[in-house]
C-alpha cells in the first residue's frame, strides 16, 4: 500500500460524492453522501491496519508538481493518522442524524457535508504548506453555508460570525507564511518542522499562527462564536463542528507552532496558560446557570479544549500525548452529547432543558447512553475521557503545581454542570405530557449511538491501541521542544515572567539567533 494514492483517493470519493449529491434529489442524495462516507470509513480502515508503527516517521506519501510554486504533497504521521480516523468514523453518524431532518435544498446540504469531509481530510494530510492554508481555509466554506441555510432562527448572525472570527485570525497567519517560505526556501511542512528559525523571528511568527489556531480551538476570549454556532446549527453540524473543526487549532499546534516556533512557544506558554485556566474555569461557571442544552455542551468543550492546550505547552510525554488523546475523547464524546440533544430536539422540537424531566421512564435506552456519555465527559475512569485528561494534568503538573490544581477545577465543576444537566433532563417527576409522550430511540438512532458507545469504551479501557501509533512522533516533537522546555516550579513566575529556557540544550542555530 505504500505507493497507492489511497490519501488521494480518500479526498476523491467525497468530493465525487458531493457533485452528484449536488445533482441529486433528496432521496438520491442521501444515500449518495452514506455510500461515500461509508466508502472513505472503509479506506480510513484500510489506512490504520496498513501504517507501520515502527516504520518510518511519515507514511503514505505521495508528490506531484502542479505547478510553478505549488506541488500536491501529501502524508501522514500517527498522529495524522488518528485525526483522520476520527472524521471518516463521525461522517457516517452525521449523515445518519440529518437523515431525516433535512429536507429543503436537501442535495446541496449533503453536498457542503462531502466537500467538508475532503478539507478536513486534505488539512491532517497536506505536507505543503500553501496546501495546507487551502483547505485550512477552505473548510470554513461549507460550514458556513450549513450554519447559514439549515440553522436556526439566528443562523445568519452565527454564520456571520463563525466566519469572520475564524477567517481573520488566519490572514496573519498566511503573511507569516510567506516569510517563512522566503527564509526557507522551501514549502515543505516536515522540513520546516526541523529548520531552525532565528529566535527574534520566532516571536513574530508565533503571534501570527496563534491567531488562527486560537481562534479555531477556541481559546478564551476568542470563543464566543462557538456557543451561537452550535445553538443555530443543525444536529450534524454541531456534532462535526465540535467533533472535527475544533480539532483543526491543536493540529496546527502540533504540526507547526510547537516544532517550528521552539523557543517562542516556551516564551508564550506562561500567557497559553493564562488564557487555558481562565477558560476552565470561566466558561464551566457559565455552563453551570445554561438553559439551553446545546449551549451548555458549547461551553463545555471551550474547557474541555483548554485542558488541550495546557497539555501541550507542558512540554514533555505525558503533556503531548494527553492533549492528543484529549482532542479524540472529546470528538467522540461531544459528538455523542449533540446527538444526544438532537435525538429528543427531533421529537420536541426545543432544547429547553425545563421541557423535559423524568426520562427515564419513556426512553430508558436513550438515558442509558446519554448517561454514558455524561460519565465520559466528566472524565470517569474507563471511559475516554479519563486517560487524556490524567495524562494532561500530570504534564502540567511537572511544570507547575498551581496551574494543575486549578485545571482540574475544570472536572469538578464540569462533574457538576453535566450531572446537573442529566438529573434535569432523565430523572426527576414527568411535568410535560409530550415529553412524557417521547418514543425510545428508533432503529436508526441505535446504529449512530452504539458505535459511539463503543468506541467511548474502548478508548478508556484500552488506550493504547491510540497512543501507540502517536508514541513515536510525539517522541520527535517532544525532541523538538525540549530545547526550551521550562525547568518547572521554581523557574515559572505565573503572571507574565518568561520561563527560563534551557540554554545549554539550545542547537547552534538557535543560539546563533538569540545572540
Known sequence: MSHFPILSLMLLVPLIGAVISLLSGRDTARKVALLATLVDLALGVVLWLQYDIGGAQWQFQEH???????EWKLGIDGIALLLIALTVFLMPICIGASWNSIEKRAGEYYAAFLLMETLMIGVFTAQDLFLFYIMFEAGLIPMYLIIGIWGGAERIYASYKFFLYTLLGSVLMLIAMFWM???????????????????????WLF???????????????????LP?????????????????????GGYGFIRFSLPMFPIASAYFAP??????????????LIALVQTDMKKLIAYSSVAHMAIVTVGLFAFNRQGLEGSVVVMLSHGIVSGALFLAVGVIYDRLHTREIVRYGGLAINMPYYALFFLLFTMASIGLPGTSGFVGEFLSLMGIYKNSTWIALISTTGII?????????YRRVVFGEQKNADAAAMLDLDAREWLMMVPLAASVLWMGIYPESFMA???????????????????????????GKTPAVGVATLGSAQLKGAK
Open 64 to 70: 506531484a508538481a502542479l505547478f510553478a510554486g505549488f
Open 181 to 203: 517560505v522566503n527564509e526557507a526556501g522551501t514549502t515543505d511542512i516536515p522540513t520546516l518542522m526541523q529548520y531552525d528559525f532565528p529566535a527574534h523571528a520566532q516571536t
Open 207 to 225: 503571534l501570527a499562527f496563534f491567531a488562527s489556531f486560537a481562534v479555531k480551538m477556541p481559546m478564551w476570549p476568542v470563543h464566543t462564536w
Open 228 to 248: 451561537d454556532a452550535h445553538v443555530q446549527a443543525p444536529t450534524a453540524g454541531s456534532v462535526i463542528l465540535a467533533g472535527v473543526l475544533l480539532k483543526m
Open 271 to 284: 500567557m497559553v496558560w493564562t488564557l487555558s485556566i481562565a477558560a476552565v474555569v470561566i466558561t464551566s
Open 413 to 421: 465543576l464540569g462533574a457538576a454542570y453535566m450531572l446537573y444537566l
Open 469 to 495: 501509533p502517536m508514541r513515536k512522533d510525539i517522541g520527535v516533537l517532544e525532541a523538538r521542544v525540549a530545547i526550551a522546555r521550562p525547568k518547572g516550579d521554581a523557574d515559572v513566575k505565573f503572571g
